[in-house]
């Protein structure tokens, strides 16, 4: 029988998929903050902030995720 094998990893993604090597991810799923709505509930990163605090994220997204994989990002309307 085939076997799946789940690891959970707790941190800033920045910082977890910097041990990651390129092209290894078929599938990344991801919820960011919404900037500072519901900040509140989920911590906030201010409007203006937010292309500079994102973009060094999505450049480990695109390295680690295979040329064939998928990236689903949940956004809040
Ligand atoms: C908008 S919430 C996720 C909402 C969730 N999808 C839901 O439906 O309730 C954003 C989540 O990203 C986490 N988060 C924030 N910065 C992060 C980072 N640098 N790396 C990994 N997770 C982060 C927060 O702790 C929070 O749980």
Redesign the pocket.
């Known amino acids: 029988m085939r076997q799946i094998k789940t690891e959970l990893l707790h941190?800033?993604?920045?910082e977890?998929l910097q041990s990651f090597a390129d092209d290894s991810f078929d599938l990344i799923i991801t919820?960011?903050?919404?900037a500072d709505s519901?900040a509140k509930?989920?911590?906030g990163i201010h409007p203006d902030a937010y292309v500079d605090w994102f973009l060094p994220?999505a450049e480990q997204f695109m390295r680690v995720l295979k040329p064939s994989g998928t990236f689903i990002l949940?956004t809040?309307l």
């Open positions: 941190g800033d993604c920045f977890v919820s960011p903050p919404y519901r509930t989920y911590g994220r949940r809040y």
